[in-house]
C-alpha cells in the first residue's frame, strides 16, 4: 500500500488526483464513521419490487 496515492478509479470527471504524499512523516490517521448511515434507498425499493 502506497501512502499518499489514489490509485483507484475517480467518483468524478472534475477529478484530476495523483498528488503523492512527500516530504514528511504521518504520524496518525484517524477514521470518523459517527455520521449517519448512507441507505441506498433505489436499492431497497428496487428489492421490495422484487419480492412482489
Known amino acids: ?3 499518499g496515492r489514489d490509485s483507484g478509479d ?19 490517521v484517524q477514521v470518523n464513521v459517527s455520521g449517519d448511515q448512507y ?6 425499493a428496487a428489492a421490495m419490487m422484487a419480492r412482489e
Open 10 to 28: 475517480a467518483v468524478s470527471a472534475e477529478y484530476e488526483g495523483q498528488f503523492p504524499f512527500t516530504g514528511g512523516t504521518i504520524r496518525k
Open 39 to 44: 441507505l441506498d434507498m433505489e436499492r431497497q
Open 1 to 3: 500500500m502506497r501512502i
